[in-house]
Every structure is written in C-alpha cells, then in structure tokens.
Nanobody, 127 residues
Framework: QEQLVESGGGLVQAGDSLRISCAASGRTFSRYAMGWFRQAPGKEREFVATISWSGSGTYYANSVKGRFTISRDNAKNTVYLQMNSLKPEDTAVYYC????????????????????WGQGTQVTVSS
C-alpha cells in the first residue's frame, strides 16, 4: 500500500519555474512507476509525465515536453516534477500516481493503469 503526498505547489508568474514533489510512504517505492497528472477547472484529468521505477524510462505530454522534467530519488521515496517556463495554461491541480512496474523500464501514460493517487497540489500561473 502506497500513500502519496504532493507538495510544493503555489502561485507563480508566467515564465517562472517551480518544483513539486510527491513523497511515498510505502516500503516498495523503488518498484513503482510514477506518473504526474493534472486537472484544470472544468477539464478532465490529463497525463503530464511518467517515469519508470529505475528512472531509465520517462515520457512527457507534448504540451510540457522540453519545459518539464520528471525525476525520482528512490532513497528518499520521492518523485519530482521540475516545471520551467510556466504558462497560464499550466494552471491546474497536479496529482502524482503510482503503479507497480512490470520491469525497470516500464512506464505508463493512462490514468487507469495507476493504483495509488495523492491528494493533489495546486499550481497557479498568472499572466
């Protein structure tokens, strides 16, 4: 059982950077692929980025590719999302999710793959 807690959200201006974190409490975090998703008001939850449990595999949504970087520190049971060149359209609640990976390089894009979810952290980008 994994419990996930996001942190680091806040209000920033367009062009700024922000790093959000997701801390996991389970003992098997190093075997979980992790994902970041976001949901803006009135919109469906959408995929942002994912990383395999080894960190060797990553994948990004086109809308954030080149601006966002997902990383993890298995010793700290934490996954990060570094967000640069933020835009007002990045405003959303950001959720992290975990799924036991099939292999060290496996990652997952679809939300239905994930078994555990955090409560979310608000990121607001003003223009």
């Amino acid at each position: 059982q994994e419990q996930l807690v996001e942190s680091g959200g806040g209000l920033v201006q367009a062009g700024d950077s922000l790093r959000i974190s997701c801390a996991a409490s389970g003992r098997t975090f190093s075997r979980y692929a992790m994902g970041w998703f976001r949901q803006a008001p009135g919109k469906e939850r959408e995929f942002v980025a994912t990383i395999s449990w080894s960190g060797s595999g990553t994948y990004y949504a086109n809308s954030v590719k080149g601006r966002f970087t997902i990383s993890r520190d298995n010793a700290k049971n934490t996954v990060y999302l570094q967000m640069n060149s933020l835009k007002p359209e990045d405003t959303a609640v950001y959720y992290c999710a975990a799924k036991e990976g099939r292999s060290s390089g496996s990652y997952y894009l679809a939300s239905w793959n994930y078994d555990y979810w955090g409560q979310g952290t608000q990121v607001t980008v003003s223009s």
